[in-house]
């Protein structure tokens, strides 16, 4: 994990990078709005920590501009001043904390640790996992028990869906539309072939096998299949 800290004032400035080393965190410290600003743009930090009086550019512009060109690492400010128009002020501009100088290093080091866990689990899920069964949404790959599937881009669509429900029966009906973007018609049973051809790619070499059909319902992904 790698933290910014962008502080003019030597003792705090110091005194926060020494705890945070200790505490196994990656940390740089800069003394300027400037340097903390092209730090911030450049440095792919997890969480940056603003002093709000800084020379050059301020606390608050730093993460205007952050802000305006999309990073999202939160960001903890201190200050000195200990107002309630500038608190309010730094969460309007996107901020996700503030402390009050004088500050405990402990204090400081929980709200970090906080923020850190916050920003961890609102990250988009990138992989879906069932059993030994993995499917990757960024690079549209598949495997099971380590072994590439391939898989066509409906096939593809059609697992997401399955592994994104998993253990809940989906008819047809709901298949064909969130697949197909098609109304079921009971004339086609372009589900049924899609399934079958699925489930030959991802279960008829393995065990346990995880699709099952449900007989006048539809069909159900999950792991504990009895089947
Ligand atoms: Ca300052």
């Known amino acids: 994990m790698k933290i910014l800290i962008v502080e003019d004032e030597p003792k705090t400035g110091d005194y926060l990078r020494q705890g945070l080393s200790e505490a196994g965190f990656v940390v740089d410290l800069v003394r300027t709005g400037p340097d903390g600003l092209h730090l911030g743009q450049t440095g792919d930090y ?12 301020d606390g608050w512009q730093i993460l205007q501009s952050l802000r305006s060109e999309g990073k999202d690492m939160p960001v903890l ?9 500038d608190r309010v002020r ?10 009050v100088k004088p500050f405990a290093f402990t204090e400081l080091l929980a709200r970090v640790r ?17 059993a ?6 960024l690079r549209r790959r ?4 380590g072994r590439k599937i391939d898989l066509t881009a409906k096939e593809f669509a059609l ?8 253990g809940e029966v989906l008819p047809r009906a709901l298949i064909a539309s969130q697949v197909w973007d098609m109304n079921f ?3 086609t049973n372009v589900v049924e072939v899609a399934v079958r051809r699925l489930r030959a790619k991802v279960d008829d070499a393995f065990e346990p096998k995880l699709i099952r059909t449900v007989r006048g319902m539809g069909y159900v992904l999950e792991a504990a299949s009895s089947a």
């Open 185 to 187: 018609d009971s004339d």
């Open 46 to 57: 997890d969480l940056l920590i603003l002093d709000v009086m800084l020379p050059g550019l």
């Open 77 to 85: 400010f201190l200050t000195a001043r200990d107002q309630v128009e």
């Open 159 to 166: 697992l997401e869906l399955f592994m994104r429900r998993q």
């Open 114 to 130: 906080t923020l850190l866990r916050r920003s961890k689990s609102a990250q988009p899920q990138n992989t879906l996992q069932v």
């Open 132 to 137: 030994d069964l993995e499917l990757d949404l």
């Open 142 to 145: 598949v495997s099971r028990a």
């Open 90 to 99: 730094g969460l309007e501009l996107g901020a996700d904390d503030y402390l």
